[in-house]
């Protein structure tokens, strides 16, 4: 795509070539590179975001309005946009970024949008950049639901797993497809201890997984409202007794039970006190009669 598309997509002509070359730029590439751009952008695009929001959600208190910009202006975001308006193709490199892959690289294509929007406001002011960035973002904001806070797939997946005390995903890529500046990702989701594997695709690993857990979360979701929940079992718990010295362990039992067993060994020791105090045979010489047993009682 020549620089031209990539100005249609945005809905924005350059005056100042110049700007727009620079915001394309990276560091690798030039001394002449888009970082003081990005960190302009940056700011324009937060502040548009803000506002963006602001009128758009108005029952929102400020901190959930935070989260939801900073949902919407990551890296991830920012990424997606870019691969829509195919920023790749337009990206200048150096050499060692070409050959690693560079123009395909989230980080990048991140920094260069953000470039690109400083560029925009320097170009023609803030309205124009206002207008550029509420078109790329109005779709987007418009599919926002305020309950979640704009939390991407994979964090609702993972936060409705750990609500319901179930081990977190497990994402794998299993194929790439296209050229090697065009490619898309196959990744698999499975959750074992549900029996779901599902699979997305994306411009990237990332993209990739997200497709993966929207679908994963879904297949969760029905899978337990379909299906009664089971009683968990309690745990035995158990109680140790000494006896004879030795330590040994027996399951619980109900209390009026345990009461009983403790009076019945109490009853047993005052039985065995009482023999000792009975009386007993003991042989005594008699005057009389040597040989006659004579029975004398005697205390304990």
């Given at each position: 795509?020549?620089?031209?598309?990539?100005?249609?997509?945005?809905?924005?002509?350059?005056?100042?070539?110049?700007l727009?070359?620079?915001?394309?730029?990276?560091?690798?590439?030039?001394?002449?590179?888009?970082?003081?751009?990005?960190f302009?952008?940056?700011?324009v695009?937060?502040?548009?975001?803000?506002?963006?929001?602001?009128?758009?959600?108005?029952?929102?208190?400020?901190?959930?309005?935070?989260?939801?910009?900073?949902?919407?202006?990551?890296?991830?975001?920012?990424?997606?946009?870019?691969?829509?308006?195919?920023?790749?193709?337009?990206?200048?490199l150096?050499?060692?970024?070409?050959?690693?892959?560079?123009?395909?690289?989230?980080?990048?294509?991140?920094?260069?949008?953000?470039?690109?929007?400083?560029?925009?406001?320097?170009?023609?002011?803030?309205?124009?950049a206002?207008?550029?960035?509420?078109?790329?973002?109005?779709?987007?904001?418009?599919t926002?639901d305020?309950?979640?806070?704009?939390?991407?797939?994979?964090?609702?997946?993972?936060?409705?797993?750990q609500g319901?005390?179930?081990?977190?995903?497990q994402?794998?890529?299993?194929?790439?497809?296209?050229?090697?500046?065009?490619?898309e990702?196959?990744?698999?989701?499975?959750?074992?201890?549900?029996?779901?594997?599902?699979?997305?695709?994306g411009g990237?690993?990332?993209?990739g997984?997200?497709?993966?857990?929207?679908?994963?979360?879904?297949?969760?979701?029905?899978?337990?409202?379909n299906?009664?929940?089971?009683?968990?079992?309690?745990r035995?718990?158990?109680?140790?007794?000494?006896?004879?010295?030795?330590?040994?362990?027996?399951?619980?039992?109900?209390?009026?039970?345990?009461?009983?067993?403790?009076?019945?060994?109490?009853?047993s020791?005052?039985?065995?006190?009482?023999?000792v105090q009975q009386?007993?045979?003991?042989?005594?010489?008699?005057s009389?009669?040597?040989?006659k047993?004579?029975?004398?009682?005697?205390?304990?």
């Amino acid at each position: 795509m020549d620089i031209n598309a990539l100005q249609t997509r945005l809905g924005h002509t350059f005056r100042n070539a110049a700007l727009l070359q620079q915001a394309l730029t990276h560091r690798s590439h030039s001394s002449l590179h888009n970082e003081r751009l990005e960190f302009l952008g940056d700011s324009v695009l937060n502040c548009v975001i803000a506002s963006l929001l602001f009128d758009r959600f108005d029952k929102i208190d400020e901190g959930d309005l935070s989260r939801l910009r900073a949902n919407l202006v990551k890296q991830q975001s920012l990424y997606e946009i870019a691969q829509h308006l195919e920023l790749s193709q337009c990206l200048r490199l150096g050499e060692g970024e070409l050959k690693s892959g560079g123009f395909r690289r989230p980080s990048i294509l991140a920094d260069t949008l953000e470039a690109l929007f400083g560029a925009i406001y320097l170009d023609s002011g803030f309205d124009v950049a206002y207008s550029v960035i509420k078109e790329l973002y109005e779709p987007i904001i418009e599919t926002v639901d305020p309950k979640t806070l704009g939390k991407d797939a994979k964090t609702l997946l993972q936060e409705y797993l750990q609500g319901k005390k179930f081990s977190l995903p497990q994402y794998n890529v299993v194929a790439t497809h296209g050229a090697a500046h065009n490619q898309e990702f196959e990744v698999e989701c499975s959750i074992p201890k549900l029996d779901i594997q599902v699979y997305g695709t994306g411009g990237s690993r990332r993209a990739g997984e997200q497709a993966a857990a929207l679908l994963a979360l879904a297949a969760v979701q029905a899978a337990l409202e379909n299906s009664p929940s089971l009683p968990r079992k309690s745990r035995q718990r158990t109680t140790q007794l000494k006896l004879a010295g030795i330590a040994t362990f027996q399951p619980d039992a109900p209390a009026d039970t345990l009461e009983k067993k403790s009076d019945d060994t109490r009853k047993s020791g005052k039985q065995s006190r009482g023999s000792v105090q009975q009386e007993q045979e003991t042989l005594l010489p008699d005057s009389d009669d040597p040989t006659k047993r004579v029975t004398q009682s005697k205390s304990a």
